[in-house]
């Protein structure tokens, strides 16, 4: 196992084309997507259509979720965009194929892929959409972080926190620190939960776009460059 691993791009055109360029540079053919394509950012069907071209799989996040149900529980800057993005992609009944192509395929993205020992979600094993594991669960809520451990097998890997690291069996999650690139050991008699961090809306204080590498033994991040601004001057 060799895969590229996406999360909560947000419709930021300019972080996925630097990632998308990264992971190739790196020969990684095999791409998986975590969810939150869209949400916050300008430009959801461009995201939309290079990860429905290029991923062998891809998730439903709780911001592509809420184009079809509900945003109430989003802060007002979040629900504004899910209203946004909502629309500018809906069809309707004119509306051409590629409209109701892509609006079809958000509407059925899966909950949750197993390969392996490696078990594949948006946000936990327990609540695959919506529930955050985050980095300070381990000394603010470790009875939380213990039955999400208990409820998977193997190795966990989500997004949604936008934080990248680890959490190991001990409950302790290892950063990155501020490093282009980061490599951790996974060990085959440990269990893991993975924060694959965030392509396009960084939250761990260094602003470049992030994705991770899983192999079998191992997971390696990595940190990129893309022009923010841009993606600022197209939100305003």
Not at 175 to 198: H, R
Request: a negative charge; aromatic letters at 10%.
């Amino acid at each position: 196992m060799k895969v590229a691993i996406i999360s909560d791009l947000h419709s930021n055109r300019e972080a996925l084309e630097e990632v998308f360029a990264h992971i190739r540079s790196q020969g990684i053919t095999t791409l998986y997507c975590l969810g939150d394509i869209v949400g916050y950012g300008p430009e959801p069907e461009f995201c939309v259509d290079l990860v429905r071209g290029h991923a062998q799989v891809c998730l439903m996040g709780n911001h592509d979720e809420a184009l079809f149900h509900d945003a109430s529980d989003f802060n007002p800057h979040a629900r504004r965009a899910i209203e946004y993005t909502r629309e500018r992609m809906q069809p309707k009944w004119y509306s051409s194929s590629e409209k109701k192509g892509r609006w079809k395929w958000l509407r059925e993205l899966p909950l949750v892929h197993q390969e392996g020992r490696f078990t594949f979600v948006h946000g936990s094993t327990r609540d695959p959409v919506r529930e955050y594991v985050l980095s300070t669960d381990g000394f603010l809520n470790p009875g939380k972080l213990r039955a999400i451990f208990d409820s998977f097998e193997g190795v966990a890997i989500g997004g949604h926190t936008h934080h990248p690291g680890l959490h190991d069996e001990s409950l302790r999650f290892h950063s990155l620190n501020g490093a282009d690139s980061v490599t951790m050991p996974l060990e085959e008699d440990q269990k893991y939960f993975i924060n694959v961090g965030s392509t396009g809306q960084p939250r761990d204080g260094d602003k470049r776009a992030c994705y991770a590498v899983i192999e079998e033994d191992r997971v390696t991040w990595h940190r990129v460059l893309y022009d923010f601004r841009a993606t600022q001057e197209k939100i305003y």
